[in-house]
């Protein structure tokens, strides 16, 4: 079993920056991608970033390319999304995803980003 642990949402307003953290830990496993998703409020939950576990090639939403930059510590297994130039409709929460190189996947809780003024 993979555990997932989310950090570093919070609220911040229009342009500013946060830093999301996901920690995987658990039963010993290979990880094939890792990804963020975020869900905002009567909105489905939609792919965000996503990277591979060499640490690259990395995937954006159209709208957060740019803005947004997903990265690894291969060492740590720990996955985290910069965001800069945040915008009001960044706010949501957002999961973290794993993908095992032995199929399934794993979810962490979610942590909420709030942008607003």
């Known amino acids: 079993q993979v555990q997932l642990v989310e950090s570093g949402g919070g609220w911040v307003q229009p342009g500013g920056s946060l830093r999301l953290s996901c920690a995987a830990s658990?039963?010993?496993?290979?990880?094939?991608?890792m990804g963020w998703y975020r869900q905002a409020p009567g909105e489905e939950r939609e792919f965000a970033a996503t990277?591979?576990?060499?640490?690259?090639?990395?995937y954006y939403l159209d709208s957060v390319k740019g803005r947004f930059t997903i990265s690894r510590d291969k060492a740590e297994n720990v996955v985290y999304l910069q965001m800069n130039s945040l915008k009001p409709e960044d706010t949501a929460v957002y999961y973290c995803?794993?993908?095992?190189?032995?199929?399934?996947?794993?979810w962490g809780p979610g942590t909420q980003v709030t942008v607003s003024s």
């Open positions: 658990g039963s010993p496993f290979s990880i094939y991608r």
């Open positions: 995803r794993l993908l095992p190189t032995g199929g399934g996947e794993y």
């Open positions: 990277i591979s576990r060499t640490g690259g090639p990395t």
